[in-house]
C-alpha cells in the first residue's frame, strides 16, 4: 500500500514539478544479471509519458524482450511502470540513469557503478519522435 501511494504521489507531482533536464531520449547500458554475463538495456522515453523497454540476455537464446509502459519523474527520481511488473526506479544524473531498489535506493557494493544507462539520443526539438 505504501508504494501504490508513493508511486500515485510521483505521478500526480511529475505533473507539476519541473525536472532536471529533459529525459525524452535512449538510455542505453549493461545491467548486470544473476546468471549471465549481462543484460542489454535500452530505455526510450517520450514526451508523452510513455517508455519502451528492451532487454537482451546476453548468450540467452531466446532472451530479448520488449515491453511499453508509461513513466513519471519527480526531483529526478523516474517511476517506470510496465504491465504486469513492480514499478522500477531510477536517478536521473547528468546525461545518465542511475538504477535503484525497490526501497528507490541506489544500489550497493562491488557492481554499483555497472548500474547506470547513458543516455545516447535525445528526442528532436521540433517532433520529439524516436526513430
Given at each position: 500500500?505504501?508504494?501504490s501511494?508513493?508511486l500515485?504521489?510521483?505521478?500526480?507531482?511529475?505533473a507539476?514539478?519541473?525536472?532536471?533536464?529533459?529525459?525524452?531520449?535512449?538510455?542505453?547500458?549493461?545491467?548486470?544479471?544473476?546468471?549471465g554475463?549481462?543484460?542489454e538495456?535500452?530505455?526510450?522515453?517520450?514526451?508523452?509519458?510513455?517508455v519502451t523497454?528492451r532487454l537482451v540476455?546476453?548468450g540467452?537464446?531466446?532472451g530479448?524482450f520488449?515491453?511499453?509502459?508509461?513513466?513519471?519523474?519527480d526531483?529526478?527520481?523516474?517511476?517506470?511502470?510496465?504491465?504486469?511488473d513492480?514499478?522500477?526506479?531510477?536517478r536521473?544524473?547528468?546525461?545518465?540513469?542511475?538504477?535503484?531498489?525497490?526501497?528507490?535506493?541506489?544500489?550497493?557494493?562491488?557492481?554499483?557503478?555497472?548500474?547506470?544507462?547513458?543516455?545516447?539520443?535525445?528526442?528532436?526539438?521540433?517532433?520529439n519522435?524516436?526513430?
Open positions: 500500500m505504501r508504494k501511494l508513493l500515485t504521489a510521483l505521478i500526480w507531482l511529475s507539476c514539478s519541473p525536472q532536471q533536464e529533459p529525459l525524452c531520449g535512449v538510455y542505453q547500458g549493461i545491467l548486470p544479471a544473476a546468471d554475463p549481462g543484460i538495456t535500452t530505455l526510450t522515453f517520450r514526451d508523452d509519458n510513455s523497454q540476455y546476453i540467452q537464446k531466446d530479448i520488449i515491453d511499453k509502459g508509461t513513466f513519471a519523474a526531483d529526478g527520481v523516474v517511476a517506470i511502470m510496465l504491465p504486469g513492480a514499478p522500477v526506479y531510477y536521473q544524473e547528468t546525461g545518465r540513469l542511475r538504477r535503484l531498489d525497490m526501497d528507490m535506493q541506489p544500489i550497493e557494493g562491488a557492481l554499483a557503478d555497472s548500474y547506470l544507462l547513458k543516455k545516447v539520443k535525445s528526442c528532436p526539438a521540433e517532433k519522435k524516436i526513430d
